[in-house]
């Protein structure tokens, strides 16, 4: 376990220490959780009541949050942020594989850089190129021809199909499958001809992907995925989208064919997002949203209908079967009123 100071800690945030410099910190912890060899973080000023209980040895804090309730603090500008970057330097996480197994399967076309981990049973297909200091876990299969760039991590069991190309310093959690076919089917008397998907996936720099994920190939262009976006566990990415940087998509959301997605855009959970849409830049949507038409304004949209209790579920349910009839008797009062005017 790698150990630092707390003055190590702030020149890596670019942070100001008060108390002891020299103060050994061994890893990150949480307020209540934390003991004397960890630092811990306050990013939320109602919370700051909890300086006066942790155990932490520093206390990340801004200069408005900063207290006398702890010997230790490290003062930055943004708490969290640099609490991120310090979680990630005092990081423990093993890799998914060390060395090249003797049962992994490497085509002899496939070119591997210097440094690359694979795991046991892994299988690297025929023109295969994998960048530096890249690591492989165990059951993961990398299709003919696919690009890996260097830095990257792919966590056992990933499979990227055939002619794929991911950028550097990308994350591929577990169960992730890259460059399946789309759902593609042309309808013919009533059964259904498959559409070849012959377009790739296409997947830029600092990119991560959650377990379970999947991103279809395209049909004739590329489906891609641009540098910096983070995709969470079980999301749907159909043939032909487009995703623009920065943008992070929760959990169980499903983006249909050939919709367009900005920058820096939030998506939250198990919301859907129709074909053939695009969404403009820095939109935030809301969990449980369903985007049927172009959102062309920055901002907060949400469609989701919350949870209530199922007496009152089922009245306003009737009550919204009513709707197109109160609608109708709204228009005729109208044009009654306007009649005897």
Request: charged share 20%.
């Amino acid at each position: 376990m790698t150990e630092y100071t707390l003055q190590q800690l702030a020149d890596h945030v670019g942070g100001e220490v008060r108390g002891n410099s020299q103060l050994p910190i061994l890893r990150v912890a949480t307020l209540q959780s934390a003991t004397g060899d960890a630092i811990a973080f306050l990013a939320n000023s109602r919370y700051k009541s909890q300086l006066e209980s942790t155990s932490a040895g520093a206390v990340i804090v801004s200069e408005k949050d900063d207290s006398d309730a702890i010997d230790n603090a490290l003062k930055v500008k943004n708490p969290y942020a640099a609490f991120a970057r310090i979680a990630q330097l005092l990081d423990t996480t093993p890799k998914p594989a060390t060395g090249v197994a003797q049962s992994a399967k490497i085509a002899q076309s496939a070119s591997i850089g210097n440094n690359v981990s694979i795991g046991e049973y892994a299988v690297i297909d025929d023109g295969v190129i994998i960048g530096d200091n890249s690591s492989i876990g165990a059951h993961c299969y990398i299709g003919p021809e696919t690009q890996i760039g260097s830095g990257c991590t792919l966590w056992s069991g990933v499979i990227i199909y055939h002619r794929c190309v991911i950028g550097n310093d990308c994350l591929f959690h577990s169960g992730a499958i890259i460059g399946a076919d789309g759902f593609g089917w042309a309808p013919d008397n009533g059964k259904w001809l498959k559409i070849p998907q012959l377009g790739r996936v296409v997947i830029k720099d600092n990119v991560e992907i959650g377990a379970s994920t999947t991103v279809d190939r395209g049909a004739l262009d590329d489906t891609i995925i641009s540098s910096g976006c983070i995709i969470d566990n079980q999301c749907q990415i159909a043939h032909n989208v487009f995703i623009d940087e920065d943008t992070a998509i929760a959990g169980c959301t499903v983006l249909a064919g050939s919709c367009h997605i900005g920058k820096r855009c939030m998506i939250g959970g198990a919301s859907a997002i129709n074909g053939h849409i695009s969404v403009c830049d820095d939109v935030q949507i809301m969990g449980f949203a369903m985007v049927i038409k172009e959102i062309t304004e920055p901002g907060v949209y949400a469609s989701g209908i919350p949870a209530s209790g199922h007496r009152e579920w089922r009245r306003n349910g009737a009550r919204f079967r009513q709707l197109d009839d109160l609608f109708k008797r709204v228009k005729d009062l109208e044009k009654q009123a306007d009649d005897n005017n």
